[in-house]
């Protein structure tokens, strides 16, 4: 009997100090364990861009062992992105692919700066990894304990219409049509009222509204996807302003990010890499189908040609952004006119 108690004691003995082993290995960011994370999109379910997040979350799911697991939540079912932004900032959500609010910091305000790319090629080389405004935004939102993971690019930016301009084509006529332009910075308000419009700031999630019902005559801040995805039954008329790449940031939660070993860091950042650079090659594609989306549907699409969007971005260079430099701040403007070779 004393034999048996003791053969369970030491039993007992040997599965406590297995359990602390395990207690003392799983502390800290070792392949151990699981980290969960919650992703918040914009992106209305089953779009391009949800693919996208599903591929990157199945593709970081395989190459991290299952360690990774990423649960994505598309059509902003988390939060609005504005509020999203800064819940990621608190670890309350683990990761986001959107816009960046300029809440905490006006230099973001870069990310749709007017102008500052002109096409897919400029665009693809200023937003990937290594590039300009890639480089400065990672910078600023490290501040904010995030990190860049990647970059999904929408495609170029434009503006849709309930109520047509009579004059799209024309920088320098009086539209008399009101756009919506989203709240909280002045770049693309400056930007339209040179350009003619009267403008009205309208929140993303009520502009299906605004537009149906007149509040706003169109909108600016999307991309021909955007446009399909959201208002194809409302719009008249789409204007391929290339005013400016329309980026969204997937990004992270730094601290959470850092429950992960170094090494499925690394394959984590590499899938978001390798997608945001196969994005990149699909933008124009994209940007064309779902041109030819909005044709079917009966919009008026209209695309300008090199001369005119040469005098938009002429215009918007040299008499607008004087007005709205304070929204990034003089080191970023520098940096900005510095690559465009602009005095």
């Given at each position: 009997?004393?034999?048996?108690?003791?053969?369970k004691f030491?039993?007992?003995?040997?599965v406590?100090a297995l359990v602390?082993?395990v207690?003392?290995?799983s502390?800290?960011?070792?392949?151990?364990?699981?980290v969960?994370?919650?992703?918040?999109?914009m992106?209305?379910?089953?779009s391009d861009?949800?693919?996208?997040?599903?591929?990157?979350?199945?593709?970081?799911?395989e190459r991290?062992?299952?360690?990774?697991?990423i649960k994505?939540?598309?059509?902003?079912?988390?939060?609005d992105?504005d509020?999203?932004h800064?819940?990621v900032m608190q670890g309350?959500?683990?990761m986001?692919?959107?816009?960046?609010?300029?809440?905490?910091?006006?230099?973001?305000?870069?990310?749709?700066?007017?102008?500052t790319t002109?096409?897919?090629a400029s665009?693809?080389?200023?937003?990937?990894?290594?590039?300009?405004?890639?480089?400065?935004?990672?910078g600023?939102?490290?501040?904010?304990?995030?990190?860049?993971?990647?970059v999904?690019?929408?495609?170029?930016g434009g503006?849709?219409f309930?109520?047509p301009?009579?004059?799209?084509r024309?920088?320098?006529?009086?539209q008399g049509?009101?756009?919506?332009?989203?709240?909280?910075?002045t770049?693309?308000r400056?930007?339209?009222?040179?350009?003619?419009?009267t403008t009205?700031?309208?929140?993303?999630?009520?502009?299906?509204?605004?537009?149906q019902?007149?509040v706003?005559?169109?909108?600016i801040?999307g991309?021909?996807?955007?446009e399909?995805?959201?208002?194809?039954?409302?719009?008249?008329?789409?204007v391929?302003?290339?005013?400016h790449?329309?980026p969204?940031?997937?990004?992270?939660?730094k601290?959470?990010?850092e429950?992960?070993?170094?090494a499925?860091?690394k394959a984590v950042f590499?899938?978001?890499?390798?997608?945001?650079a196969?994005r990149f090659?699909?933008?124009?594609?994209?940007?064309q189908?779902?041109?030819?989306?909005?044709?079917?549907?009966?919009a008026?699409?209209?695309?300008?040609?090199?001369?005119?969007l040469?005098?938009f971005?002429?215009?918007?260079?040299t008499?607008?952004?004087?007005?709205i430099?304070?929204?990034?701040?003089?080191?970023v403007?520098a940096?900005l006119?510095?690559?465009l070779?602009?005095?």
């Amino acid at each position: 009997m004393f034999k048996k108690s003791l053969s369970k004691f030491a039993a007992l003995t040997a599965v406590a100090a297995l359990v602390a082993g395990v207690t003392v290995m799983s502390t800290g960011p070792v392949d151990a364990a699981d980290v969960k994370f919650r992703l918040s999109t914009m992106a209305q379910p089953n779009s391009d861009a949800h693919k996208f997040l599903l591929d990157f979350a199945k593709q970081a799911g395989e190459r991290t062992g299952g360690r990774a697991a990423i649960k994505v939540y598309p059509a902003n079912q988390l939060g609005d992105w504005d509020e999203v932004h800064e819940l990621v900032m608190q670890g309350a959500v683990d990761m986001a692919m959107q816009s960046l609010s300029t809440k905490f910091d006006q230099g973001l305000a870069l990310a749709w700066f007017p102008y500052t790319t002109l096409d897919y090629a400029s665009s693809k080389k200023a937003f990937s990894s290594g590039g300009l405004i890639y480089n400065i935004v990672d910078g600023l939102i490290a501040k904010q304990d995030m990190k860049l993971l990647g970059v999904y690019g929408y495609g170029m930016g434009g503006s849709g219409f309930t109520k047509p301009p009579p004059h799209p084509r024309d920088p320098n006529a009086r539209q008399g049509t009101k756009c919506r332009v989203w709240p909280g910075g002045t770049t693309h308000r400056v930007l339209m009222e040179r350009f003619g419009f009267t403008t009205a700031p309208v929140p993303w999630a009520e502009l299906y509204t605004a537009r149906q019902t007149g509040v706003v005559d169109g909108q600016i801040g999307g991309t021909p996807e955007l446009e399909v995805e959201n208002f194809a039954d409302i719009t008249k008329m789409w204007v391929q302003y290339n005013d400016h790449f329309e980026p969204v940031w997937l990004v992270v939660n730094k601290s959470n990010f850092e429950k992960l070993s170094a090494a499925d860091q690394k394959a984590v950042f590499d899938v978001a890499q390798e997608l945001s650079a196969k994005r990149f090659e699909e933008m124009e594609s994209a940007d064309q189908k779902y041109l030819q989306v909005l044709r079917d549907k009966g919009a008026e699409v209209i695309i300008l040609t090199d001369e005119e969007l040469a005098k938009f971005a002429h215009i918007a260079r040299t008499e607008v952004w004087p007005k709205i430099a304070d929204e990034i701040g003089p080191e970023v403007m520098a940096k900005l006119k510095k690559e465009l070779g602009i005095k």
